[in-house]
């Protein structure tokens, strides 16, 4: 009787753990092409594909206002917007203005503008405004961080990164980052180490996935369409990076189609995604 009641045990902990679901999202930026010949069409398109969450790079010649329309209409909630860099410099309440019109719940900056290598002056002068403009934008109810894209990892000397001392130097209560998991692997690195090193400072991931072969060790920030291949046809493991991501804080989790077709690829991507307990 006890050995029965252990494995009834032991099955409905493993039944609880299948059984966990995270909300799938899209960022934008995947449709961008559709976005911008026609941000009505486009929004339409994103519902059509099963989204209720949604991530924005721009709001395609329309304002915020008219953006949150079309979500709205579509059934859609932006979570979260991709704002530059230089417009956080030059413009920080007209972007909180717009977050709030949107409905965002944080904003993110995706690249730092550097000239070169990303070494550890550019990134101590995008450590003091990212602290600032967290602290900013946590008083106004917002949350903010910055997307890994690749120049960050680049090893120094001493064999710590740009990175390590950005995740080092910027306040885990004002400011998170968002794990692009390919650029992550194309520099070289191991998204489950790399979740486990910093531990909480996760709060979102981009979900995109790496042909077999693809050169990796490069820390620039860019690849070939081709490089990319729906999410589970690739290299990547990710029943192993999302139980991480789970464990250690990530709360947001959206496909970032960046190949030739993304209209054909992201439902054989969200049908793979759905295995793993992620579900639009």
């Not at 069409?41 to 721009?58: D, P, R």
Request: glycine share 8%; proline share 6%; aromatic share 10%.
């Amino acid at each position: 009787m006890k050995s029965k009641l252990i494995a009834a045990i032991v099955l409905a902990t493993a039944s609880s753990l299948v059984a966990e679901t995270n909300k799938l999202g899209l960022q934008l930026w995947s449709l961008r092409a559709q976005l911008t010949a026609s941000l009505p069409s486009g929004m339409a398109e994103v519902k059509s594909l099963g989204f209720t969450e949604v991530e924005s790079a721009g709001t395609y010649n329309h304002t915020a206002k008219e953006m949150r329309a079309l979500a709205d209409a579509n059934g859609l909630e932006i979570v979260g917007a991709h704002i530059p860099y230089e417009r956080m410099q030059s413009d920080l309440p007209g972007v909180i203005a717009e977050a709030k019109t949107l409905g965002v719940k944080y904003v993110i900056v995706a690249w730092v503008p550097h000239k070169g290598e990303f070494d550890v002056p550019a990134a101590r002068a995008a450590i003091d405004n990212f602290n600032a403009w967290g602290a900013a934008l946590k008083e106004a109810g917002l949350g903010f961080g910055f997307h890994t894209h690749g120049y960050e990892f680049k090893p120094l000397a001493d064999g710590t990164s740009a990175f390590d001392v950005m995740l080092n130097e910027t306040k885990p209560d004002l400011v998170f980052c968002e794990m692009d998991v390919f650029w992550v692997v194309q520099a070289g690195l191991d998204p489950v180490k790399l979740l486990q090193k910093y531990p909480g400072r996760f709060k979102a991931f981009h979900i995109k996935d790496m042909k077999k072969g693809a050169p990796v060790n490069l820390y620039e920030g860019h690849a070939p369409a081709s490089d990319n291949v729906v999410v589970g046809a690739g290299i990547m493991d990710w029943p192993a990076i999302i139980e991480q991501g789970r464990k250690s804080g990530v709360e947001y989790y959206f496909i970032e189609d960046e190949t030739s077709d993304p209209v054909g690829n992201i439902p054989p991507s969200i049908t793979y995604l759905e295995t793993l307990g992620l579900k639009p």
